[in-house]
């Protein structure tokens, strides 16, 4: 189940869904980009390998793949779909065109001069997305294989979520005058608690005689 941010009531009800579906994805996106980078850091690999690497190769490139769709669905156009059948998504870019339709255009310029660096960062999430997630891409899956994913760093990410920061809370403080960070804090049970208890089980295993040892 996706975040979704409580709304300020003083925005408008126009906007307030559409907004609250947003600050809720960009509050998760950098949630999970915090314990991406804090998880795979030097420090903590040795214990991450010596435990069950597989499954911390795997979780790490599910934390990649959900942060870039959180990306790119934020980032994505209004409408997809069919010609015939056009799907309304909840954007940025939709945002801006309710804002474009309403009497704070004043707002929706201001906005709109943010996104150009938005739309260019966030290309190579939207090719790698393409290219890999939505579809098995032949470039990509067949030899000679392409490079996906280049540009896709923990700093790019991070760059990324705080331009995505910039604009909707110059968005919520236009009528607020509260700026938010979107961050949550840990919560109880989180992935720094399981990297020391892993610690606390690992450092107990090698201290047994190798005759007993897990495996041994």
């Known amino acids: 189940m996706a975040r979704r941010l409580k709304p300020d009531p003083r925005i408008p009800l126009k906007f307030r ?14 949630s999970l980009i915090d314990e991406l980078a804090w998880l795979y850091e030097p420090a903590r690999i040795k214990v991450l390998n010596e435990t069950a690497p597989g499954f911390f190769i795997q979780y790490q490139e599910l934390l990649v793949n959900h942060i ?8 994505a156009q209004r409408e997809s779909g069919a010609r015939k059948n ?7 870019l939709g945002l801006l065109a309710t804002l474009r339709a309403s009497k704070y255009s004043k707002l929706e310029i201001a906005l709109r001069e943010k ?11 939207q090719k790698y997305r393409h290219k890999k997630l939505a579809h098995s891409s032949s470039e990509v899956y067949l ?33 607020s005058n509260v700026e938010s960070t979107y961050h949550t804090g840990a919560v109880c049970g989180d992935f720094q608690e399981l990297v ?10 090698r201290s047994r005689p190798k005759s007993l040892r897990f495996g041994g």
């Not at 869904?17 to 950098?30: K, Q, R």
């Not at 870039?68 to 980032?75: A, E, Q």
């Not at 996906?148 to 991070?158: D, F, V």
Request: net charge positive; aromatic share 10%; proline share 5%.
């Open 68 to 75: 870039v769709l959180l990306f790119t669905r934020m980032t």
């Open 143 to 175: 030899p000679p294989r392409m490079k996906i994913g280049e540009g896709i760093t923990i700093s790019a990410m991070r760059q990324l979520g705080k331009m995505i920061v910039d604009f909707l809370s110059a968005f919520d403080c236009f009528f």
């Open 17 to 30: 869904h559409t907004y609250a579906h947003l600050g809720g994805a960009i509050s998760e996106a950098l």
């Open 196 to 205: 020391r208890y892993l610690q606390l089980g690992y450092d107990a295993e």
């Open 86 to 92: 056009r799907q309304q998504n909840v954007t940025l």
């Open 115 to 125: 996104w150009p660096a938005i739309e260019k960062a966030v290309q190579p999430m």
